[in-house]
């Protein structure tokens, strides 16, 4: 472990050791962290992964000693570098935070003041160390050049608003660096930032690491983060550590039941939905404050027994460092996967939606924004069309158009079965209107909060399905049924609801008429993981019944693998590649294709050769000329693709790809000198 | 096949559940009321506005004199038998302070009403449509916002005449623009939400989305505007009257009292004048008090 030389001996860079900790509420503490022991190495950097709600991010926060007025300490420590965080007085604390550890949050626009240049708050970090004002904007120089930002006078002249997430990050992280601490606390970094953007940054950390020798405690729900990122990890449950171990270990032999229902929740090692359902969880995380059982998970395992219910389980251990808490570590490959069921996910043949030439074009200030740029797409009866790309791509501006939310410009169409539909969803037939229904990525935002959840169905089955009366009472009962919620739930108001019912809530709506398509944007990428498998379950099996078409906006490659037939790709508004699953994934591929898919970290440790994708995505108000691609491509023809917009061309049959590039020229591997990067 | 909700398995009696759910709601309801009813500044304000609002309702029964006709020793100074004295017309101040709050208590809530709901239809329309017709309202909105609100109230009253409803009017009319531009920031913010979006794709009506969908979204800040107006109403109302377009004579409205009295205090005859300007002020303040904890206890929640 302790590999890094100037390391002081064996005091590890953070040990937390039988750490509870409990939230005050209305007077009755509510213990959230119920005994956490970990350490982290110097140099070492170490993951905690769990559910939301597990408390990894309160384990985060409570290393820095960042806790709200209400949390209480209720045992065990806190020792950085030996020292104990927990009874460090105001100064020393202030000092620890200074030079000792730093913090990295998940959000960095909140983490920035908006009404100060980014060069104050920068150089504010190395004026506290001590530095003078003409020393801290030199520092701050060095700092913005150190987490490779090209152009640190431009950057330290901007507002947070006038930057990107992922530079914003960038910036975050720089400011955490000033003071070259010993321990790195990383709270979620990259999860509202792009796959790709993600991937640079995680780039980043790693080098940085490498550079600084500091520890890392890394907080992310993503898996596979995780695997690429750590040494070490720990899995939360319910305030405590049930699985400890090295990430290749914890990754491939997964010893407690938690861990391998995680695990299996996401869709990986290219299961589709006509292989199997995907793993779930069954019930919910204890609720804080709540006594917990002898073994924490026991409500929820497929294993338990009388032995579970009256025993604490001890530690066992699995192997040199890798250990668990769970009386039936040896059982573990009893949990099989859920049985293959009979999907037929029959795909018509007749072409249900058609479009033709859709652009749309937007007007700000004067400016002509084209936002989608002659988009031809068909979806078959029952298809699930993936649709991916980077934030700004038009996914969504082509989901709202075929919705009619947003009107195209002249000379596009969508046809329903055969029959050209009205392009404002306000002007459009009644069958029309029943044809196209949408699940929206925030179920918050999508559920009228005023309204009960009886209220939101009974409402979308009066105008969806024109029943009423005793017969769309009936129809409310049946659809709640089919989504899994109870009468109970019926009579509440959204906020009352766990995302999870909520978006169950959400598809139910969608589904009261008969849908022919139904839009589907990023759906459960508020959720965790094992709720997420429920809800995909759920879109599948409906699938399956009503022979519903799917538009799947997603930035997950895991899950529009597992749920797509066909997947397109778009970049500026413009379908890059458009091909079956299987010919996406097996390729070859269009360069921005292949850029995005070696861009997703890897849950299984295969990870392909990652091609960097260099800047950001060009403002589609004024896109480069010839190729939109050719600015970030790695596989640029200067001389060809800058003057000419490449054809569609096929690769193969029914896999086409927007690239001057031919299916032989794209199969040669790139090599990356690491000078490129 | 998916997350298995323990409900789902206890929820076998559906009408039982269902009343539960009803039940919960009703609970939050009561919560929110007990959470305003235990702020101080609202049992004060509540127990001074109450006190007129009986005034008002009993004033004929509670006041000592006739507010009108009765006839004493003029300007006489407060006594045992006049607490408040007599004004310069020898009736009883006390009486025509008590009898003063039923005028105000009637006009005045019932202007706030009407401007809220002038504002929430017309914010409403500004903040959902959008386009030309917001810009245009808006500008409207801001030019009536910019002239002194005491100017127009006179104008209208001198040129319509001189009764309760003319001045209810006035009043009404003079803070529909003020609530549309609280009604239409709210309404711009909700209709930016997916669930507007929804409803479109359900191919609902615009006025159902308006007022089905919108509107319950955002009642808290028109409750709280409507506490508001109707402290501002109180003020107004008064103003009108002390500057002679309020109620017509010879009603005892603080504000007319006010105005008829004022002069005899540079002969030391403060009582006349200090007593119906204390009746405005103590409702004002009890109104405001009320409107502060509704404010407080609707924006946390």
């Known amino acids: 472990m302790s590999d890094s030389p100037q390391t002081s001996g064996t005091v590890p860079a953070l040990?937390?050791?039988?750490?509870?900790?409990?939230?005050?509420?209305?007077?009755?503490?509510?213990?959230?962290?119920?005994?956490?022991?970990?350490?982290?190495?110097?140099?070492?950097?170490?993951?905690?992964?769990?559910?939301?709600?597990?408390?990894?991010?309160?384990?985060?926060?409570?290393?820095?000693?960042?806790?709200?007025?209400?949390?209480?300490?209720?045992?065990?420590?806190?020792?950085?570098?030996?020292?104990?965080?927990?009874?460090?007085?105001?100064?020393?604390?202030?000092?620890?935070?200074?030079?000792?550890?730093?913090?990295?949050?998940?959000?960095?626009?909140?983490?920035?003041?908006?009404?100060?240049?980014?060069?104050?708050?920068?150089?504010?970090?190395?004026?506290?160390?001590?530095?003078?004002?003409?020393?801290?904007?030199?520092?701050?120089?060095?700092?913005?050049?150190?987490?490779?930002?090209?152009?640190?006078?431009?950057?330290?002249?901007?507002?947070?608003?006038?930057?990107s997430g992922g530079m914003l990050q960038r910036v975050v992280i720089a400011m955490a660096l000033a003071g070259d601490p010993k321990l790195l606390v990383l709270d979620e970094p990259t999860t509202g930032l792009d796959a790709t953007v993600e991937a640079e940054v995680l780039d980043l950390v790693r080098d940085l690491r490498s550079e600084t020798h500091a520890a890392i405690l890394l907080i992310a729900h993503n898996l596979g983060v995780i695997r690429t990122m750590c040494d070490r990890v720990g899995v939360m449950y319910a305030g405590r550590v049930v699985?400890?171990?090295?990430?290749?270990?914890?990754?491939?032999?997964?010893?407690?039941?938690?861990?391998?229902?995680?695990?299996?929740?996401?869709?990986?090692?290219?299961?589709?939905?006509?292989?199997?359902?995907?793993?779930?969880?069954?019930?919910?995380?204890?609720?804080?404050?709540?006594?917990?059982?002898?073994?924490?998970?026991?409500?929820?395992?497929?294993?338990?027994?009388?032995?579970?219910?009256?025993?604490?389980?001890?530690?066992?251990?699995?192997?040199?460092?890798?250990?668990?808490?769970?009386?039936?570590?040896?059982?573990?490959?009893?949990i099989k996967p859920p049985e293959h069921e009979n999907n037929d996910f029959d795909i018509g043949t007749d072409t249900i939606v058609k479009l033709a030439a859709v652009s749309k074009t937007f007007r700000q200030?004067?400016?002509?924004?084209?936002?989608?740029?002659?988009?031809?797409?068909?979806?078959?009866?029952?298809?699930?069309?993936?649709?991916?790309?980077?934030?700004?791509?038009?996914?969504?501006?082509?989901?709202?158009?075929?919705?009619?939310?947003?009107?195209?410009?002249?000379?596009?169409?969508?046809?329903?079965?055969?029959?050209?539909?009205?392009?404002k969803a306000t002007d459009r037939r009644v069958e029309s209107i029943r044809a196209f229904q949408m699940v929206f990525q925030n179920a918050d935002s999508a559920l009228n909060r005023m309204w009960t959840v009886r209220r939101i169905l009974h409402r979308s089955v009066t105008k969806l399905a024109g029943i009423h009366g005793a017969e769309a009472d009936k129809k409310v009962n049946d659809l709640a049924e089919a989504m899994r919620l109870s009468q109970r739930h019926l009579?509440?108001?959204?906020?009352?609801?766990?995302?999870?019912?909520?978006?169950?809530?959400?598809?139910?709506?969608?589904?009261?008429?008969?849908?022919?398509?139904?839009?589907?944007?990023?759906?459960?990428?508020?959720?965790?993981?094992?709720?997420?498998?429920?809800?995909?379950?759920?879109?599948?099996?409906?699938?399956?019944?009503?022979?519903?078409?799917?538009?799947?906006?997603?930035?997950?490659?895991?899950?529009?693998?597992y749920l797509s037939d066909r997947i397109a790709v778009m970049y500026l508004g413009r379908i890059m590649e458009l091909g079956t699953t299987d010919q996406i994934f097996a390729g070859p591929n269009h360069p921005y294709t292949e850029a995005l898919l070696s861009a997703v970290p890897s849950i299984d440790g295969d990870a392909r050769p990652r091609i960097p994708l260099t800047g950001e995505i060009p403002s589609p108000a004024n896109p480069p000329s010839g190729c939109v691609f050719h600015t970030r491509c790695h596989r640029v023809i200067m001389g060809l693709c800058d003057i000419t917009d490449p054809d569609t061309i096929e690769l193969a049959d029914g896999h086409t790809s927007k690239c001057h590039l031919t299916a032989e020229q794209l199969s040669v591997p790139v090599t990356f000198t690491s000078a490129t990067v | 096949m998916s997350e298995i909700d323990p409900a789902l398995n206890s929820g076998n009696a559906a009408s039982s559940s269902a009343a539960a759910g009803a039940n919960e709601r009703k609970l939050a309801r009561k919560e929110t009321w007990r959470l305003i009813r235990r702020r101080p500044s609202f049992i004060i304000g509540m127990t001074i506005a109450l006190i007129w609002v009986v005034c008002a309702l009993f004033g004929n029964l509670l006041a000592p004199f006739d507010p009108l006709?009765?006839?004493?020793?003029?300007?006489?100074?407060?006594?045992?038998?006049?607490?408040?004295?007599?004004?310069?017309g020898g009736r009883d101040v006390l009486s025509r302070v008590i009898a003063g709050a039923r005028d105000v208590l009637k006009i005045a809530p019932i202007a706030a009403i009407l401007g809220v709901i002038g504002g929430v239809i017309l914010g409403m329309?500004?903040?959902?449509?959008?386009?030309w017709f917001d810009s245009v309202a808006s500008r409207i909105v801001e030019s009536f916002l910019s002239l002194p609100v005491v100017l127009l109230g006179l104008l209208a009253v001198t040129t319509l005449g001189n009764s309760n409803v003319v001045v209810i009017g006035v009043v009404a009319t003079l803070f529909t623009p003020v609530v549309a531009r609280t009604v239409?920031?709210?309404?711009?913010?909700?209709?930016?939400?997916?669930?507007?979006?929804?409803?479109?794709?359900?191919?609902?009506?615009?006025?159902?989305?308006?007022?089905?969908?919108?509107?319950?979204?955002?009642?808290?800040?028109?409750?709280?505007?409507?506490?508001?107006?109707?402290?501002?109403?109180?003020f107004t109302v008064a103003t009108l009257s002390f500057l002679g377009a309020g109620p017509p004579p010879p009603s005892p409205d603080w504000g007319s009292q006010v105005s008829d009295n004022y002069n005899s205090i540079v002969s030391g005859y403060w009582w006349s004048t200090f007593f119906p300007a204390m009746a405005i002020a103590s409702l004002v303040i009890a109104v405001n008090l009320i409107a502060d904890a509704v404010q407080s206890v609707v924006e946390s929640s």
């Open chain 1, 15 to 163: 040990a937390i050791e039988d750490l509870q900790l409990a939230y005050t509420v209305r007077g009755v503490p509510r213990g959230v962290l119920r005994g956490v022991t970990f350490h982290v190495e110097p140099g070492e950097a170490y993951g905690l992964v769990g559910e939301s709600g597990c408390g990894k991010s309160t384990t985060a926060y409570a290393a820095m000693r960042y806790m709200p007025s209400n949390a209480v300490i209720q045992g065990g420590r806190v020792l950085a570098d030996g020292q104990d965080v927990t009874a460090m007085s105001t100064q020393e604390l202030q000092e620890f935070r200074m030079t000792k550890a730093s913090m990295v949050y998940q959000d960095p626009v909140q983490a920035m003041n908006p009404a100060l240049r980014i060069g104050v708050q920068v150089a504010e970090c190395f004026r506290i160390l001590g530095q003078s004002k003409i020393e801290a904007k030199d520092s701050a120089r060095q700092a913005l050049r150190r987490v490779k930002i090209a152009d640190p006078e431009r950057v330290l002249d901007r507002y947070p608003h006038e930057l």
């Open chain 1, 243 to 334: 699985e400890e171990g090295t990430v290749q270990e914890v990754f491939d032999n997964p010893s407690h039941p938690y861990t391998m229902g995680l695990l299996n929740s996401i869709p990986r090692h290219g299961v589709r939905k006509t292989d199997r359902s995907l793993f779930t969880i069954p019930g919910n995380l204890p609720l804080i404050g709540t006594d917990l059982p002898t073994c924490v998970y026991v409500d929820r395992c497929p294993l338990a027994d009388d032995i579970c219910r009256n025993e604490v389980p001890p530690i066992v251990d699995r192997s040199d460092g890798h250990w668990t808490r769970c009386h039936h570590a040896d059982k573990i490959d009893q």
């Open chain 1, 365 to 423: 200030r004067g400016n002509d924004v084209p936002a989608l740029v002659s988009i031809d797409l068909g979806f078959k009866e029952g298809e699930t069309l993936g649709l991916v790309g980077e934030s700004g791509s038009g996914k969504s501006t082509l989901a709202k158009t075929l919705l009619g939310i947003h009107e195209p410009d002249q000379g596009g169409s969508i046809h329903l079965d055969g029959r050209l539909v009205k392009d």
């Open chain 1, 491 to 561: 009579e509440m108001k959204p906020r009352q609801l766990s995302g999870g019912l909520k978006q169950r809530v959400a598809i139910a709506r969608a589904f009261a008429g008969d849908p022919r398509i139904v839009v589907c944007d990023e759906p459960t990428s508020a959720l965790d993981v094992s709720v997420q498998a429920a809800i995909l379950n759920l879109l599948a099996n409906l699938q399956n019944d009503e022979r519903t078409s799917y538009l799947f906006i997603t930035h997950d490659i895991g899950v529009v693998r």
């Open chain 2, 69 to 88: 006709n009765f006839r004493g020793d003029l300007n006489s100074s407060p006594t045992w038998s006049h607490p408040f004295g007599t004004d310069k």
């Open chain 2, 125 to 131: 329309f500004m903040g959902y449509l959008r386009g």
């Open chain 2, 184 to 234: 239409r920031s709210a309404v711009l913010a909700e209709s930016e939400l997916d669930y507007v979006e929804s409803a479109k794709l359900r191919g609902e009506s615009t006025p159902f989305i308006m007022f089905r969908e919108i509107l319950p979204n955002v009642s808290g800040p028109i409750v709280v505007e409507l506490t508001v107006r109707i402290g501002y109403a109180v």
